[in-house]
């Protein structure tokens, strides 16, 4: 009895303590607008705990529940609108919290009752949940007409405008990530497309955060109801946005190529043939990267993306692996078939990257100016292009003959690491070009050194000598010597490495293209022979 009674206590003062040290529930707003990450973070936990963790439910505590978490729904889509140091940031992320504990918790004692049913109530609101929590962020949200408790200061100046349409965008993100659209209606999520739709065509540089939005909302909302479903908020929402009639009238965007292949993927991954009628036209083809489809052509309007500051790649990219590429024992492999059109996979990679890499982002090379159109920034993307093309393990005659071709290892590579006559600076894309040179080799290195590994390494090697016979020489870098598995190890004891198939494989490959090179600098009548080693 004594032990009970004094291990009550004891767990009183620990939680009475760890009360203490919480933010105070007013202050947490103003912190949660803090630059400091930690700052905000330690806010919106200090809040959630004052709302919702309690050791025991009394009336009174469920009535202070209701008032503070009916106030702090407010407060925190109004600071969704502020513009003062990270507020958007710290009021999103708190928000989705909020929002998950509302709908998935309840007093203890009272299990059929939600905080956010009891939110409504004190609201005088007589809508679902879903539907009030919409209805709350518009007009916390509305430039026009401000939120109950908000001051209308009159015209509002062209920031004011920029956050609170930032505003509504962070609070769409917030509560599709706090799971609250769960059993949302139609209705309410075409609401929310409807709003994002409109985000995107205020201005162009809203396009991309838009899109992205629409992605995670579209990307939730599949997995909350079936296919068909999906497929009828898909073309009664889009099927106007994804207007193919008007496409070379300069209505769509890079972006509007971002949302059409992320739907596509979406079906892909589910494994459904059949697709609502506004996603049935193939978008991403050979024989489109030189079609105008929204007032130039579409690799064009990739390049173009090089204005995405590194290391920043813009959204378009992501999107377009996810369509050619599926996951499959742990790796990210190329898809065997696209849901639309006739071209492959290895169709689509092969132009792109003739059609975009080597034709738009370096451009023409004429000799003594080198390549005319090589932008450093374009220089940049072409670049993370080549980082991401080797996380999808392509097959060894793709890696040499395509993605490793002699304009792009001179221009990206060679030129950007070779040093400088006369006392020049470094080239400003040189730490870049040494981290995707690192990147690709770790990519190609990493794992069993089987037979098609072994090509692949193979191949690379033989691109970068094909660019320059003297490679690892004029970058300064072990890339070719890594490849061919011949820099130094610790001494083991074994000859296991030296004696497996994979190598042995490699260095036959390998003795056989030195061999060959050397054939055809005889043939040619060269006098030396020391660039064939």
Same mark, same amino acid.
């Given at each position: &009895? #004594?032990?009970?009674?004094?291990?009550?206590?004891?767990? %009183?003062?620990?939680?009475?303590?760890?009360?203490?040290?919480?933010?105070?529930?007013?202050?947490?707003?103003?912190?949660?607008?803090?630059?400091?990450?930690?700052?905000?973070?330690?806010?919106?936990?200090?809040?959630?705990?004052?709302?919702?963790? $309690?050791?025991?439910?009394?009336?009174?505590?469920?009535?202070? %529940?209701?008032?503070?978490?009916?106030?702090? !729904? #407010?407060?925190? &889509?109004?600071?969704?609108?502020?513009?003062?140091?990270?507020?958007?940031?710290?009021?999103?992320?708190?928000?989705? %919290?909020? !929002?998950?504990?509302?709908?998935?918790?309840?007093?203890?004692?009272?299990?059929?009752?939600?905080?956010?049913? &009891?939110?409504?109530?004190?609201? /005088?609101?007589?809508?679902?949940? +879903?539907?009030?929590?919409?209805?709350?962020?518009?007009?916390?949200?509305?430039?026009?007409?401000?939120?109950?408790?908000?001051?209308?200061?009159?015209?509002?100046?062209?920031?004011?405008? =920029?956050?609170?349409?930032?505003? =509504?965008?962070? /609070?769409?993100?917030?509560?599709?990530?706090?799971?609250?659209?769960?059993?949302?209606?139609?209705?309410?999520?075409?609401?929310?497309?409807?709003?994002?739709?409109?985000?995107? +065509?205020? $201005?162009?540089?809203?396009?991309?955060?838009?899109?992205?939005?629409?992605?995670?909302?579209?990307?939730?909302?599949?997995?909350?109801?079936?296919?068909?479903?999906?497929? $009828?908020?898909?073309?009664?929402?889009?099927?106007?946005?994804?207007?193919?009639?008007?496409?070379?009238?300069?209505?769509?965007?890079?972006?509007?190529?971002?949302?059409?292949?992320?739907?596509? %993927?979406?079906?892909?991954?589910?494994?459904?043939?059949?697709?609502?009628?506004?996603?049935?036209n193939p978008l991403l083809t050979v024989s489109n990267f030189d079609e105008n489809i929204g007032g130039e052509s579409m690799k064009l309007m990739l390049r173009d993306t090089s204005a995405t500051v590194?290391?920043?790649?813009?959204?378009?990219?992501?999107?377009?692996?996810?369509?050619?590429? +599926?996951?499959?024992?742990?790796?990210?492999?190329?898809?065997?078939?696209?849901?639309? /059109?006739?071209?492959?996979?290895?169709?689509?990679?092969?132009?792109?990257?003739?059609?975009?890499?080597?034709?738009?982002?370096?451009?023409?090379?004429?000799?003594?100016?080198?390549?005319?159109?090589?932008?450093?920034?374009?220089?940049?993307?072409?670049?993370?292009?080549?980082?991401?093309?080797?996380?999808?393990?392509?097959?060894?005659?793709?890696?040499?003959?395509?993605?490793?071709?002699?304009?792009?290892?001179?221009?990206?590579?060679?030129?950007? !690491?070779?040093?400088?006559s006369g006392g020049k600076k470094t080239h400003t894309l040189k730490p870049l070009a040494l981290t995707v040179l690192q990147s690709i080799v770790d990519s190609l290195s990493s794992g069993p050194l089987?037979?098609?590994?072994?090509?692949?390494?193979? /191949?690379?090697?033989?691109?970068?000598?094909?660019?320059?016979?003297?490679?690892?020489?004029?970058?300064?870098?072990?890339t070719v010597t890594v490849l061919l598995g011949l820099e130094n190890k610790p001494d083991t004891g074994t000859e296991d490495d030296i004696e497996d198939g994979g190598h042995s494989m490699l260095w036959?490959?390998?003795?056989?293209?030195? &061999?060959?090179?050397?054939?055809? =600098?005889?043939?040619?009548?060269?006098?030396? !022979?020391?660039?064939?080693?």
């Open positions: &009895m #004594t032990m009970d009674k004094s291990r009550d206590e004891e767990m %009183t003062s620990e939680q009475e303590e760890e009360e203490e040290q919480l933010m105070p529930f007013m202050d947490t707003f103003y912190s949660l607008a803090s630059n400091e990450a930690k700052e905000r973070s330690f806010a919106a936990s200090s809040m959630i705990n004052h709302l919702f963790i $309690k050791s025991e439910w009394e009336k009174t505590s469920i009535d202070a %529940t209701v008032k503070d978490g009916t106030y702090a !729904l #407010t407060r925190l &889509m109004n600071g969704l609108c502020s513009g003062r140091g990270s507020a958007r940031q710290g009021f999103a992320s708190c928000l989705a %919290t909020f !929002l998950k504990f509302s709908f998935q918790m309840g007093p203890e004692n009272d299990s059929k009752k939600r905080w956010i049913d &009891m939110f409504l109530v004190d609201e /005088g609101s007589h809508v679902g949940a +879903e539907e009030f929590v919409r209805n709350k962020l518009k007009e916390c949200t509305n430039l026009e007409c401000p939120a109950k408790g908000k001051k209308n200061t009159g015209k509002k100046s062209r920031s004011d405008e =920029r956050d609170y349409r930032f505003g =509504r965008l962070f /609070g769409i993100l917030a509560i599709v990530r706090s799971g609250a659209l769960v059993s949302a209606s139609e209705t309410v999520i075409g609401d929310y497309v409807a709003d994002l739709l409109s985000l995107y +065509e205020h $201005k162009n540089w809203f396009r991309e955060p838009a899109i992205h939005a629409l992605k995670e909302l579209c990307s939730s909302f599949s997995t909350q109801v079936d296919i068909a479903a999906f497929g $009828k908020l898909v073309q009664s929402s889009l099927s106007a946005f994804f207007n193919f009639e008007k496409k070379a009238n300069g209505t769509w965007s890079v972006e509007k190529i971002v949302l059409y292949l992320h739907l596509q %993927t979406i079906y892909m991954d589910k494994n459904e043939k059949s697709l609502p009628k506004c996603l049935k590194y290391p920043k790649v813009h959204l378009v990219w992501k999107s377009i692996w996810s369509y050619l590429s +599926e996951e499959a024992d742990g790796k990210q492999q190329l898809r065997d078939v696209l849901i639309v /059109g006739k071209d492959t996979p290895l169709d689509i990679i092969t132009a792109l990257v003739n059609k975009v890499i080597v034709e738009t982002l370096l451009g023409e090379e004429i000799e003594g100016q080198g390549f005319v159109n090589a932008t450093p920034g374009r220089r940049a993307l072409g670049l993370s292009l080549l980082q991401q093309l080797f996380a999808l393990n392509l097959p060894s005659e793709i890696v040499q003959n395509v993605i490793l071709q002699k304009p792009i290892v001179t221009n990206l590579f060679v030129n950007s !690491l070779q040093k400088f089987d037979g098609e590994s072994a090509m692949r390494r193979f /191949g690379a090697s033989k691109a970068f000598l094909k660019a320059n016979p003297s490679f690892d020489n004029v970058t300064k870098t072990d036959e490959k390998h003795f056989a293209f030195v &061999m060959e090179e050397i054939n055809e =600098r005889l043939s040619a009548g060269e006098e030396s !022979l020391m660039d064939a080693n």
